[in-house]
């Protein structure tokens, strides 16, 4: 069971009071873009054991979302980040270097 | 005009390690918007006498209050007889600033649990720390009973207000009973 802090209510609460959302910082290709940017977008995606970032919202709660950055092996929740940036926030990064030195994620390490 | 009743009838419940009682219409009016700005707060401690209640908490006293929601929404309580005039006063307060108050009353359910089992009724149904530690006096929390949302605050010792949807009070009624059976005790606080 994952344990998540949601950071725009500060409210903790095990993972059924919130919805998953999936796959973290994904680039839309919509309309105009190429069949490869698209197929990319729509299908492919990380399926990593250890360190994943994903957006998660707080649906019974104050209704937001945001990210979460845990282990898909022992389901530790590394933290939680707001949902309006590109990229986990540098202190978030390494923290998780303290507890999985080398891991990576796409571009982010 | 048709008499406003509440959800239940103000039905009570006593056969079990708490009580159960479906509290009278009570005024609710949502407020969406900033809640630094001047113009939600003069509206909001304007139409109640309270307090901003800070992030995670309620500032209630009778059936008054501010209960914070999220951080662009707040839960406004007061008379359910005075939601119009109140709402009146909370527009021309807000003036051009945006946000939006309404009166969201008829679409609610209120419940209190109380005795000295409800912080058990509690537990087992939502997903919160209710331990004396973590959960007190003041706080206010959004999350869910068993299946359905709901959002609770102890207003006094060993008593809990329950809000939920009008459509799922008979649900949470029956919930709050099941797990306040006779016997039930898991004793953990
Ligand atoms: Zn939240």
């Not at chain 1, 059924?16 to 910082?25: K, Q, S």
Request: a neutral charge; aromatic letters at 10%.
């Amino acid at each position: 069971m994952l344990i998540l802090t949601c950071p725009c209510c500060g409210q903790t609460g095990e993972e059924t009071e919130f919805h998953a959302g999936g796959e973290a910082h994904l680039k839309r290709y919509g309309p105009g873009s190429s069949d490869i940017e698209f197929e990319g977008y729509m299908f492919m995606r990380e399926n990593p054991k250890g360190v994943h970032f994903e957006r998660w919202r707080h649906v019974y709660g104050c209704g937001k979302w945001f990210h979460a950055a845990r282990c898909t092996m022992t389901l530790e929740v590394f933290g939680t980040y707001p949902a309006q940036t590109l990229s986990p926030p540098q202190e978030l990064r390494d923290k998780i270097s303290e507890k999985r030195p080398g891991w990576s994620w796409r571009d982010f390490a | 005009m048709s008499k406003a009743v509440s959800a239940l009838g103000g039905v009570t419940w006593t056969d079990g390690i708490a009580t159960v009682h479906e509290a009278p219409l009570q005024g609710m009016i949502t407020v969406r918007g900033d809640l630094t700005s001047k113009g939600v707060i003069k509206a909001a401690t304007g139409a109640t006498g309270m307090q901003m209640p800070a992030q995670g908490t309620a500032n209630c006293n009778g059936t008054k209050g501010l209960c914070w929601m999220s951080p662009d929404e707040l839960l406004v309580l007061c008379a359910y007889g005075d939601v119009a005039q109140v709402l009146d006063g909370m527009r021309a307060a807000l003036g051009d600033q945006h946000g939006l108050a309404v009166d969201v009353s008829d679409a609610r359910a209120l419940f209190r649990v109380a005795g000295k089992g409800a912080l058990e009724v509690m537990a087992k149904l939502a997903p919160v720390d209710f331990r004396p530690s973590a959960f007190g006096h003041g706080m206010f929390r959004r999350s869910r009973l068993a299946q359905v949302p709901a959002a609770f605050w102890m207003q006094e010792d060993d008593a809990f207000h329950v809000v939920c949807f009008r459509s799922q009070a008979q649900y949470v009624f029956d919930l709050l009973k099941a797990a306040g059976q006779k016997g039930s005790e898991v004793s953990i606080f």
